[in-house]
């Protein structure tokens, strides 16, 4: 009695919330936005294991973060009313979905917005969820960012804190306005529902008093003679005379080759963020990088995935996405020379350092008995790093092609690569 006599001004408050988010859910509604949008990245594949639910778009997988962390999407606003949706189904959903990555580190980003009563899963549901999310699921989410949090959220999130472990706690982090997601995530690489976009505007608008400002980005400043990130390999190939494998690549892959080949884990882990920020502004700026100094091989690992990612256009060029993206209509024993035929397709200098980078990850794979990264495994993580489309983000649906077509690179690595001999070829 005296324990629940102590929650009872918790309990009134929360109910006092929910009323209150209710209230604005209907003025919501009322404005004429929908409570489902339709996503433009909702899956369209009819043989997907749970179609039924990831037609909706409520879960998106779009390439990664900043510093190499797979990035998971939930959209509130994208969950049909209940009656339209199995619950216990999205719950198999999210974790068929999670199981592919959690082995490595990972952020999520979740939209609140849209999360209502004829939407909202029952309290047993999210008793069920915490129950089968475990340990497993929460040790390599490495940031939670939960975008545009009511009091509700807020609240609760301050009652049950102290039964949540310090650690996780800090995992998490408030986002009320879309344009403070730019400090932590590469934002033109998100997926936003339409629904969530008016929202935010509508916020800023009621917080300024007016019409929502325009979001002002900086104009790009001139990149320095020794940029190493962000800029072109022909960039970087002239400011280095002439050498074809970026300095980036080669000290990455050298000090890998001969420390991280049997490292557990390679290329899951990430590393302190301020730590790689650093390492870029030296590489920069032309000073002289030792990854000696700092005992950790996931280091250079995560500096060659956002040397990869950073580059304005991919590796494998924007000219070979589509036919990347239709490599699955290819018959299963024809894809090896279809996939030989795309990759020679690439310019002279792409092909080279392709070749470079596909014959150390295939090392890596030779090793897979140790580091537990098999062809498969490193297709995952360095998929998305090698090809995007040149506009929008890469969706879920869009993975499947191009981890298959990665994998095939990586295993079939001499079989593709062997016809096309340069004389400037250089191998790791």
Not at 231 to 241: A, D, F
Not at 410 to 426: A, K, M
Request: charged share 20%; aromatic share 10%; hydrophobic share 35%.
């Amino acid at each position: 009695n005296l324990r629940l006599t102590c929650f009872l001004p918790f309990f009134l408050i929360i109910k006092e919330l929910q009323k209150e988010e209710e209230e604005e859910e209907e003025q919501g509604s009322s404005r004429g936005y929908p409570l489902a949008p339709s996503s433009g990245n909702a899956c369209q594949d009819m043989s997907h294991p749970y179609y039924d639910v990831a037609r909706h778009g409520i879960l998106q997988v779009t390439g990664d973060d900043k510093y190499g962390r797979k990035l998971i999407i939930f959209s509130s606003c994208c969950m049909p009313p209940s009656h339209q949706l199995n619950h216990h189904r999205l719950l198999e959903y999210l974790k068929y979905t999670l199981d592919q990555y959690v082995e490595s580190d990972y952020t999520v980003v979740y939209f609140h917005y849209g999360l209502r009563s004829s939407n909202k899963p029952s309290l047993r549901w999210l008793r069920e969820a915490y129950r089968e999310f475990d340990r497993k699921y929460k040790k390599n989410l490495k940031a939670l960012y939960v975008v545009h949090p009511t009091n509700f959220i807020r609240i609760i999130w301050n009652i049950f804190k102290p039964l949540i472990s310090h650690k996780f706690g800090k995992k998490l982090t408030y986002v009320n306005y879309l344009a403070e997601l730019r400090e932590h995530l590469n934002y033109d690489q998100l997926i936003i529902p339409p629904a969530v976009l008016r929202h935010d505007e509508e916020l800023r608008a009621a917080q300024k008093g007016g019409p929502p400002p325009p979001v002002k980005i900086p104009p790009p400043r001139p990149p320095l003679p020794t940029q190493q990130f962000g800029v072109s390999l022909q960039y970087i190939r002239e400011k280095n005379n002439g050498e074809l494998i970026p300095p980036v690549m080669c000290q990455t892959v050298s000090y890998l080759k001969r420390k991280g080949l049997k490292t557990e884990g390679i290329f899951r882990r990430s590393a302190r963020v301020q730590l790689i920020k650093d390492i870029q502004k030296l590489y920069n700026q032309g000073k002289p990088v030792s990854f000696e100094q700092y005992s950790d091989v996931h280091v250079p690992a995560v500096i060659l995935k956002t040397f990869l990612r950073e580059l304005p256009e991919p590796l494998l060029t924007f000219t070979l996405y589509d036919q990347i993206q239709d490599f699955t209509k290819v018959e299963s024993s024809l894809r090896a020379s279809r996939c030989k035929r795309i990759v020679e397709s690439l310019p002279e200098h792409n092909f080279i350092v392709v070749k470079y980078l596909i014959c150390f990850l295939h090392m890596v794979s030779q090793e897979s008995i140790s580091n537990k990264m098999s062809s498969s495994n490193l297709a995952c993580v360095f998929g998305v790093n090698l090809v995007w489309p040149p506009k929008g983000t890469i969706s879920l649906g869009a993975l499947a092609p191009l981890n298959i077509f990665t994998e095939l690179l990586i295993e079939h690595y001499h079989t593709i690569f062997s016809s096309r001999c340069l004389p400037q070829q250089v191998l790791p």
